[in-house]
């Protein structure tokens, strides 16, 4: 009897660019990026099949990315060691 051959699994290109990335960042900005794929699902169905939004939806993704944004801003201006936290 033959043993059967697992195949190889292969990863989604987004996941191994994401693992890839992950190393040369902090963990707290992975966490946040990683935030945008809840944040962006009603946006791709909108944009997939239509379905509206409701405002309310719309309101807190604006937020959520806007203050993503905000904070990946002033993580530009501080220097690698208060970044850190040292």
Not at 42 to 50: A, D, E, R, T
Not at 54 to 67: E, R, Y
């Amino acid at each position: 009897m033959q043993l059967t051959r697992l195949k190889r699994v292969k990863k989604n290109p987004v996941q191994a660019h994401t693992a890839k990335a992950s190393r040369l960042t902090s963990a707290a900005n992975v966490s946040m990026i990683m935030l945008l794929e809840t944040v962006l699902g009603p946006l791709w169905v909108w944009l997939g099949i239509k379905e509206t939004p409701s405002p309310l939806t719309l309101f807190g993704g604006v937020l959520v990315v806007g203050a993503l944004g905000f904070f990946l801003y002033r993580q530009a201006d501080l220097p690698a060691l208060e970044r850190a936290g040292k």
